[in-house]
């Protein structure tokens, strides 16, 4: 079943009565367990799928349950702020959808995105963040997974931000997301990108969108 916005944003706030916890790292071998997360778009049958992955690996109904859902709850999030973008007439899917190293192209220009929490790593304030996003695109960059999608080429950053402090939350409020993504795709202008040299002979172009909530 394909979902529209609007269930996909129903089917994510299933994950929100649980805490975000990660009982171990992220592995290829847990990775290989939770595959199905890929094809699972229906909290409910999520469910079921984890408990027959436990039952048949005989695995910690703890450990695999959360981490499936961690990773079910952030590649359907994903999925979905990627659909928001490649609807706006300024942007164009990238032609193969296996490139790990973009999503779209914006007004020509290629992009991967990257849904973040605002990190406490950064040790500053978000205001601050908002005022010196150069510096905080620098500490992303340095910092990201070297897992599965990692790379120094062009990228577009949507940092959530809760005042209450469970940023990880505002990645299933899409209707939220697709105002921000709408402001910032309609407003774009290529001179706003900030610009990096990571690797020599390599310009990097990257933006962060913010979206922020009170409570």
Not at 47 to 76: C, G, H, M, P, S
């Amino acid at each position: 079943m394909i979902y529209s916005l609007a269930q996909i944003e129903t089917q994510l706030k299933k994950r929100l009565p649980y805490p975000y916890k990660w009982y171990r790292k992220q592995n290829d071998v847990w990775d290989g367990y939770t595959q199905f997360i890929y094809q699972t778009e229906d909290w409910d049958l999520l469910v079921d799928k984890i408990a027959q992955t436990v039952k048949d690996k005989q695995l910690d109904k703890r450990e695999l349950f959360y981490y499936a859902v961690n990773r079910w709850y952030n590649f359907w999030s994903a999925q979905a702020i990627e659909s928001i973008f490649t609807n706006f007439k300024q942007v164009k899917p990238a032609p193969n959808k296996k490139d790990k190293e973009k999503d779209f192209l914006l007004q020509g220009i290629p992009f991967d995105h990257k849904t973040t929490v605002f990190p406490r790593g950064f040790k500053k304030s978000f205001a601050y963040a908002r005022q010196h996003k150069n510096e905080l695109i620098k500490w992303l960059y340095k910092n990201q997974s070297t897992q599965q999608r990692y790379h120094t080429k062009n990228r577009l950053f949507i940092v959530v931000y809760n005042k209450n402090g469970d940023h990880w939350k505002l990645k299933c409020e899409l209707t939220l997301l697709k105002e921000a993504i709408q402001k910032y795709v309609s407003t774009f202008n290529p001179n706003q990108l900030q610009k990096f040299n990571f690797t020599p002979l390599t310009k990097t172009y990257s933006d962060i969108i913010w979206v922020e909530k009170e409570n």
